[in-house]
């Protein structure tokens, strides 16, 4: 079985895994991450975007090729989640990414569809989907923010910014404002807990719920132990 290695975990991902594009993704994923990037962005995150955009697009329709580019090239463009540059990494990432597929000889229409999904991916970047294949991945990105996953992202994220896990005065910030760069649950109230509601799939909606309803219980067994 061919494999891409995974330079931040030491083991590799099986180009099987999307296959039938295995050549297309063998071509792209050497791009698909920056060097400065994280583990809650690493080669495991496209693999279950990808998972997550072929489980909506069964359902939604798309164009599976369109939809394996933008997934695998849309965090391409790293930038931290405290830095005043949050807004633009989208952007550069679809910058970068059409640069990538010009260079492998896409027509410059399935670029632009590329790019567009990459751009409109981001929550912070705030841009309106205008394609299905725009619309699924957004909707799959945003998945791996929420249950377990969304759980387990939030927290190394938490500590790569030296956050601390809650305020341990005011946990539910009952009579303070929401801080999320400095209590990591607070980052459910700001963040997490919003996302389902605004998924643009019904595909997607359906599988946020499930997600959502995890995101509520661990954050109730949590304040619970606290």
């Known amino acids: 079985m061919p494999a891409f290695p995974c330079f931040t975990s030491g083991s590799a991902v099986p180009l099987d895994d999307f296959a039938p594009y295995q050549d297309l993704a063998g071509n792209l994923l050497p791009h698909g991450l920056d060097a400065a990037g994280d583990g809650s962005h690493d080669l495991a995150h496209l693999r279950r975007v ?18 394996l580019a933008a997934a695998l090239l849309h965090d391409c463009v790293h930038v931290e989640k405290n830095s005043s540059l949050k807004a633009e990494a989208s952007r550069r990432a679809a910058d970068k990414a059409s640069a990538v597929l ?69 946990p539910e910030a009952r009579n303070r404002p929401y801080d999320d760069r400095r209590y990591a649950v607070d980052h459910f109230r700001t963040k997490l807990l919003n996302l ?29 132990e606290i």
Request: charged share 30%; net charge negative; hydrophobic share 40%.
């Open 196 to 224: 389902a509601s605004g998924f643009r799939t019904e595909a997607g909606a359906h599988l946020a719920r499930e997600r959502h309803e995890r995101l509520e219980r661990f954050l109730r067994e949590f304040q619970d």
């Open 50 to 67: 990808w998972r997550s955009a072929q489980r909506i697009r069964a359902r939604e329709g798309g164009d599976p090729v369109i939809l």
């Open 102 to 170: 010009e260079s492998i000889g896409w027509e410059p229409g399935r670029v632009g569809q590329v790019a567009h999904a990459i751009a409109a991916h981001s929550f912070s970047a705030g841009i309106e989907p205008e394609t299905l294949e725009a619309r699924i991945l957004q909707d799959a990105d945003r998945l791996d923010a929420l249950g377990a996953i969304g759980v387990a992202r939030c927290f190394y994220t938490a500590g790569r910014m030296n956050s601390l896990l809650y305020d341990p005065e005011d």
